[in-house]
Each structure stands twice: as C-alpha cells, then as structure tokens.
T-cell receptor, first 113, second 109 residues
C-alpha cells in the first residue's frame, strides 16, 4: 500500500539535544512538507521541498533543518536552537502542484523536557 | 497571511446541516479543505481552484467565490463521523500554502 510513514510515533528528548524525525513516502510524489501543530491550534508550515536537493523555508523555519537527498525521504531535525520544540509534527506529500491534495503521515509527538 | 475561518466551533445534532467559511485578505489561487480527528492526521476533503474546477469527495459540497476571496464548506445531513476539526488551506499568489486556525465540529446523537 502506498502512503507516508513517520517514525517514531512518540519521541522524548532532553532539552539541548538535537533530534531527527523521519518521513518516508512511496507515493512517487515530488513535493514534501513539514508542519508543526500545537494543542488546539492549526498547522504551521516549517519547510517544504518541491524537488530533490532543494527545499524552502516555511513560516516557522527557525530552529529546524531539513534535507532532501532522495525523493522518498524528507527528514526534519529539531535543533537545540528551537525554543519550544514540544509539539505534534506532521509530514505530508503531494504531486507538487498547488492544485494537488496533500497526503499526511500519522505524525510524531515530540516532548522535550 | 493566515485565512480566517468561521465559526470557531459548532455543535450539531445528527441530521442537521452546517456551513464553515474560509476567507482571505489576498487573492486566492486555490482553497483546500481537510478534516482532522483528535490525535490523527488531517484527511483531504476537497480542493477548489480559481476558474471553477473542483476536486474531492463526491459527498462533500463546497463553493469558492474568487471576487470575495472566500470559500464555504457545506455539511448536510451530518453524521457522527463528521465530528472533528475542519481546516481550510489557501494558496495566495507568490506565497506559501497556509492553513487556517480550524473550525471544531461536534455532532451529537
């Protein structure tokens, strides 16, 4: 079955540590996205990539980094510079055009203490 | 610029209808609608494009008024499974895709 996988589902880290969240898709989609969601809030765009080896900052990129070395993979690193990293992180992919729907992974809930 | 959604929350009885609105202060190229249940990922409902094209589930109805920069999602004969938070997302010319704050819908038996 085609889809998007994110791992792990729950992640716990100590403050000051970098952590990398995994996102893999086998939908052959060109575009991939990372969103952050805080309790009771909407989704805010962190980074997106429309093609391998290229990515753009979203609205809240500070304290995060990404890479897109393969079409299927778009890992997100939450660095120690992110002041409030505890949140629900969602990865999505689409064919790439603004008229194409986004397919979301199940999300990773990150807790930093 | 984040789109505005209204109402913020709505409570329905099964079988009742609801309308959720999404508006932008800038010209829109397309509007997306998604539904998210608590603790789960958002699920695609519909896309409305400038020029009138629509893509989405047959049972979902929506409109897109380009001049007013508004979209509305129509939920008719609501079922318990319709409960969740509805998000619109908008593409404005030259800007990133951005989601609205969401409308929380509760359908009661």
């Amino acid at each position: 079955d085609g889809g998007i996988t994110q791992s792990p589902k729950y992640l716990f880290r100590k403050e000051g540590q970098n952590v990398t969240l995994s996102c893999e898709q086998n939908l052959n989609h060109d575009a991939m996205y990372w969103y952050r969601q805080d309790p009771g809030q909407g989704l805010r765009l962190i980074y997106y990539s429309q093609i391998v080896n290229d990515f753009q900052k979203g609205d809240i990129a500070e304290g995060y980094s990404v890479s897109r070395e393969k079409k299927e993979s778009f890992p997100l690193t939450v660095t120690s510079a992110q002041k409030n990293p505890t949140a629900f992180y969602l990865c999505a992919s689409s064919k790439g055009d603004s008229s194409d729907e986004q397919y979301f992974g199940p999300g990773t809930r990150l807790t930093v203490t | 610029q984040q789109p505005v959604q209204s109402p913020q929350a709505v409570i329905l009885r099964e079988g009742e209808d609801a309308v959720i609105n999404c508006s932008s202060s800038k010209a829109l190229y397309s509007v997306h609608w998604y539904r998210q249940k608590h603790g789960e990922a958002p699920v695609f409902l519909m896309i409305l494009l400038k020029g009138g094209e629509q893509k989405g589930h047959e049972k979902i109805s929506a409109s897109f008024n380009e001049k007013k920069q508004q979209s509305s999602l129509y939920l008719t004969a609501s079922q318990l499974s319709y409960s969740g938070t509805y998000f619109c997302g908008t593409y404005n010319y030259g800007q990133n895709f951005v989601f609205g704050p969401g409308t929380r819908l509760s359908v009661l038996p």
